[in-house]
């Protein structure tokens, strides 16, 4: 079977060393870089048995797919396709990386950092561990879309979450202020992070949260249950 992720940019993904430990080389794995959704997606369906998707394109998926898993729709972000009886068929596995990366811990408030595809992922699983949840964003107009209360990267210092999750671009300035210190953190990024040594109460790496979406997105792909702890010793 062939597999791929398709996004812009895509180098440097961890996902191609993931799928050959999960499954001992018995399937590829192709990073495709695109800078337009259409050229990837085109792709996609004339070569590949299923994709994962990564920025900048989980909305633009979640508006192509013609059936929607149930976390899918709650985030409205897709970010693994696989073709279905009625066309493509869109998930959401972030969501499985978050609650993932944070089981065991005992959270009731998370403030959720970003507005894109991976912030939706966060706010969903929030809610699932039956935290409230507070966005905060360049614009507080796109993080109040994401359906909870918004605030301004100002009035966030604030807070007093119990954990962070913190979904802005490895690249993008961290914004000053925000109240790291006595929270655990979750960052997405994991190729370019920026909060690894910030002073906080427990720093959790992307590389857990990529772990927790890899592993449940290779059971969609093939129906196979992964090596988790050959995926486990690459993180």
């Not at 590829?28 to 048995?49: C, I, M």
Request: negative net charge; contains cysteine; proline residues 6%.
């Amino acid at each position: 079977m062939k597999f791929a992720l398709i996004g812009h940019p895509v180098a440097g993904s961890l996902s191609p060393r993931l799928i050959t430990a999960a499954y001992d080389g018995r399937h590829t794995y192709d990073l495709l870089d695109f800078e337009r959704f259409e050229d990837a997606w085109q792709a996609f369906v004339h070569g590949y048995d299923g994709i994962n998707v990564t920025a900048p394109f989980k909305q633009d998926a979640f508006a192509k797919v013609d059936v929607l898993a149930p976390r899918a729709q709650a985030t409205g972000a897709v970010n693994l396709v696989v073709p279905c009886d009625k066309g493509y068929m869109g998930y959401n596995t972030d969501v499985d990386g978050v609650l993932t990366a944070l089981e065991g811990l005992s959270l009731s408030h998370a403030l959720v950092v970003g507005t894109g595809g991976a912030a939706r992922a966060a706010v969903h699983a929030a809610q699932l561990l039956g935290c409230r949840v507070t966005v905060t964003g360049r614009s507080v107009e796109k993080a109040s879309a994401l359906g909870c209360p918004a605030v301004s990267f100002d009035e966030a210092a604030s807070l007093r979450p119990d954990v962070i999750l913190y979904t802005l671009p490895g690249r993008a300035p961290v914004p000053s202020g925000l109240p790291f210190s006595q929270a655990v953190v979750l960052e997405a990024e994991y190729r370019i992070p920026q909060l690894c040594t910030i002073p906080c109460r427990q720093y959790i790496s992307g590389r857990q949260w990529m772990l927790g979406q890899a592993v449940a997105g290779y059971r969609i792909f093939t129906g196979e249950d992964p090596d988790v702890e050959k995926m486990q010793s690459l993180i």
